[in-house]
């Protein structure tokens, strides 16, 4: 017999309407809300109206946006203290930063993207910074490939198909196709590093490893 699951489209829309308000640096409104998620208004001024209820949005009554409320930042500031990875990992990615002298990253796999958890941030002038809560593409770096080459193969292919991976000289505008992405992915899987053939900066270079972490 066939499970029957409920899979609450409200709450998904609400998220959407979250991410697509938090990645705006003005805010949106309920109209530009509508075009950008194909959503109907009456839905969306719906739910924005609960959430704003409940402090996690905040509307401008002059331009009749909205942007991220401070609810919102409790939540955060409460889920980001529940993390134990991070308190585990911070030793050692302070060690790792001490030796190499650039900026060490945690990241984990969230879905089809990479969620920074924490940093420890180099001392140079000129360095790479992505602070806890920053969402990156898998392809945009080398964590997201080293973290992405540690799935499955067959998992991997799906998740390309399914979403594409950005490319990193570009990663906002930019899709690769399934071969380019796999091949990029693949180097990340013999010793669990992964040196990207691309850098951020010009002067600098990036490296992502996995991090073992033993109980004891």
Same mark, same amino acid.
């Given at each position: 017999m066939k499970k029957i699951t409920y899979s609450a489209p409200s709450v998904k829309k609400a998220f959407k309407i979250l991410y697509a308000i938090s990645d705006s640096s003005d805010g949106l409104g309920i109209s530009d809300l509508s075009k950008k998620l194909k959503i109907g208004k009456s839905t969306v001024h719906g739910i924005t109206t609960a959430l704003e209820e409940l402090g996690i949005l905040v509307r401008d009554p002059l331009y009749k946006r909205y942007t991220a409320g401070y609810s919102l930042l409790e939540l955060c500031r409460a889920a980001f203290a529940t993390i134990d990875l991070k308190d585990v990992a911070r030793k050692p990615m302070e060690k790792l930063m001490g030796k190499v002298g650039e900026t060490v990253?945690? !990241?984990?796999?969230? !879905?089809?993207?990479?969620?920074?958890? /924490?940093? $420890? +941030? #180099?001392?140079?002038?000129? =360095?790479?910074?992505?602070?806890?809560?920053? %969402?990156?593409?898998?392809?945009? @770096?080398?964590? @997201?490939? $080293?973290?992405?080459?540690?799935? /499955?193969?067959? =998992?991997?292919? +799906?998740?390309?198909? %399914? =979403?594409?991976?950005?490319?990193? @000289? /570009?990663? %906002? #505008? %930019?899709r690769t196709g399934i071969r380019r992405g796999r091949r990029r992915i693949h180097p990340g899987r013999p010793g669990g590093s992964c040196p990207p053939d691309v850098s951020f900066l010009a002067s600098g270079g990036l490296m992502g490893g996995r991090i073992y972490l033993y109980a004891g």
């Open positions: 990253f945690l !990241g984990v796999l969230n !879905g089809d993207h990479v969620t920074i958890v /924490d940093m $420890v +941030e #180099s001392r140079n002038d000129m =360095k790479i910074t992505s602070p806890p809560g920053t %969402k990156l593409p898998l392809l945009a @770096g080398a964590t @997201g490939r $080293v973290l992405l080459s540690q799935i /499955d193969m067959e =998992k991997s292919r +799906e998740m390309v198909q %399914k =979403k594409g991976l950005v490319s990193q @000289g /570009d990663w %906002k #505008s %930019k």
